[in-house]
């Protein structure tokens, strides 16, 4: 799609018209834009298009073009019944929505990654190791929904080689419309736990939803990146081009268990990650084979993996006056839990502690599930403090409703000179406990 000289017109003063609009003016198009809102209401927007040299016509003025229009690029929230987007169907060649704008104007290769746990991580990982020689357009932080897909995919510009698009699910057939907006080349589904069980039923409703991203990259001939120790995957990826990567695999590496931080040899070259936990080994492994398949210099993706830093409160390492904590409070379900809790065991430190939190969206699930949790650790007897409604109702040992009442507790009887795991959803604000620690 040729721009160059071209007049556009944005339909939608939201921030995907202004993405829209810089889109349009990277490629070469004079750009208006026009919204039939409250023109009160929308003074903010119009000073962010003029940031950018557009005008941004408001009210009914917006619904009367001035001139014809080579695209009209409508904004997903507009219906096309409405007065303005008739209009402008009028006014123009041709009125298409954001998202095919934006893939019309990109050729790129488009790597989608979902998954149950991991896909925030490794997104970033692949991210650092690509943009060390790419130019690389990616989901920010976790905004993996349908707001954030088209979003990202909305940033692409011409500089961009390619593109890395992280998808979240919480219900069935939300992978399947994510595809249908982003149309990925390549697919990554780092694994499948059990989450979102209120809102899949079961775990097999959370298999089917990431078996939606295999599907459409089987569909239309691209090339998965696939766990090779990983059971449930290889069961679900028949016939399916793929690079696999692991213990085992196209590519191979092998996990070091010397310090509290990740290692990895690969390569007969040691890997000294920031990040916690034995399972992020394959994190690793995905992003040196997404790195390697994408030509990307050796010495490039192990400069890109040791120089990366968990933020957000996932796998950071905090050194308190008194304790090394590792906090990982973004979030939790029953699968990061387990895997986290059994790395935390093996970390070869005196003193380890750990503080849980709730987790959050298990429905009918819920007391079983928290109660597998408490049984792991008092298999592994590791000392823990549970935290939420949840836990109060399973355990009294060691347990408080609230973080205000584990923060009473804390006042005396502090911990000190200990390893602690904090690990919990999002909703149990479990990081406020650093300070205290």
Not at 26 to 35: L, N, R
Not at 125 to 130: A, N, Q, R, Y
Not at 301 to 309: A, F, P, Q
Not at 335 to 344: A, D, R
């Amino acid at each position: 799609m040729d721009l160059k000289g071209k007049k556009v017109a944005v339909l939608g003063a939201g921030s995907s018209g202004l993405a829209a609009a810089a889109l349009a003016l990277s490629h070469g198009a004079t750009v208006s834009a026009f919204d039939s809102g409250d023109t009160l209401r929308l003074s903010p927007a119009v000073e962010r298009f003029a940031e950018l040299g557009v005008v941004l016509t408001c009210g009914d003025d917006a619904l009367f073009p001035s001139s014809d229009y080579d695209v009209s690029v409508i904004s997903p929230g507009i219906d096309e019944r409405w007065p303005i987007a008739r209009a402008f169907s009028e006014a123009s060649n041709e009125l298409i929505g954001e998202v095919e704008f934006a893939f019309r104007l990109s050729e790129i290769p488009v790597v989608a990654i979902t998954g149950t746990n991991g896909k925030t991580t490794s997104k970033e990982l692949i991210t650092s190791c690509l943009s060390s020689e790419l130019e690389t357009a990616y989901t920010k932080g976790n905004y993996n929904n349908h707001i954030g897909v088209p979003l990202t995919l909305l940033e692409i510009n011409k500089k961009h080689e390619i593109g890395i698009i992280e998808m979240g699910a919480n219900h069935k057939n939300e992978i399947n419309f994510l595809c249908e907006i982003a149309k990925p080349n390549y697919g990554i589904i780092t694994n499948i736990g059990k989450a979102h069980l209120e809102g899949f039923k079961n775990f097999e409703g959370v298999k089917s939803t990431k078996k939606e991203l295999y599907d459409f990259i089987k569909k239309n001939n691209g090339i998965i990146f696939i766990n090779n120790d990983d059971k449930t995957l290889n069961e679900i990826s028949d016939n399916i081009k793929s690079i696999t990567y692991g213990k085992n695999g196209d590519i191979i590496g092998e996990e070091v268990t010397s310090s509290v931080y990740t290692e990895v040899l690969f390569n007969k070259i040691k890997i000294n990650s920031n990040l916690i936990g034995s399972y992020q080994f394959y994190n690793i492994m995905l992003a040196i084979a997404v790195a390697q398949h994408f030509s990307i210099k050796e010495k490039n993706i192990i400069k890109s993996l040791e120089s990366y830093y968990p933020k957000n409160n996932r796998s950071q390492v905090v050194q308190s006056k008194s304790n090394l904590i590792i906090l990982d409070a973004y979030n939790a379900n029953p699968s990061s839990m387990n895997e986290m809790i059994n790395s935390f065991y093996k970390i070869k430190k005196e003193g380890k502690v750990c503080i849980l939190g709730d987790m959050g969206e298990l429905g009918i699930f819920s007391k079983d599930e928290h109660e597998e949790i408490i049984k792991l650790n008092k298999k592994l007897n590791l000392k823990t403090f549970y935290i939420g409604s949840e836990f109060k109702k399973l355990t009294k040992k060691n347990s408080f409703i609230d973080f205000q009442e584990f923060k009473n507790y804390l006042k005396d009887f502090p911990i000190t000179n200990s390893t602690i795991l904090i690990k919990g959803s999002r909703s149990q604000k479990l990081e406020n406990i650093v300070e205290l620690l």
